[in-house]
Nanobody, 124 residues
């Protein structure tokens, strides 16, 4: 069993900052890419930022220069530092990770896991 638990969302004024944290736990063998997605009301879920196990990083254009993704391999944790927040950043943010876990005494193929989501609301 593998779980992703997110924290750090909330309400902030435009221009403010928030830090999201996502911790993976359970019978983890290895974690490949970790990422943050978001979904605003009436819109499709979109990739916000992604970091590979080797540290390669990608951002959606709308957050470049404002958001920073990082990870701590020893803690199986990924972070999203969000600065200069805008009302259009308002969404539910989801953590995603590609994880190989121990299952029935063997190591599984890589599977996608998702967190429960955390609300980020930016007021104007």
């Amino acid at each position: 069993q593998v779980q992703l638990v997110e924290s750090g969302g909330g309400l902030v004024q435009a221009g403010g900052s928030l830090r999201l944290v996502c911790a993976a736990s359970g019978t983890i063998f290895s974690i490949n890419a970790m990422a943050w997605y978001r979904q605003a009301p009436g819109k499709q879920r979109e990739l916000v930022a992604k970091i590979s196990s080797g540290g390669s990083i990608d951002y959606v254009d709308s957050v470049k220069g404002r958001f920073t993704i990082s990870r701590d391999g020893a803690k199986n944790t990924v972070y999203l530092q969000m600065n200069s927040l805008k009302p259009e950043d308002t969404a539910v943010y989801y953590c995603n990770a590609a994880i190989r876990d121990y299952s029935r005494g063997s190591v599984s193929a890589s599977r996608d896991y998702w967190g429960q989501g955390t609300q980020v609301t930016v007021s104007s």
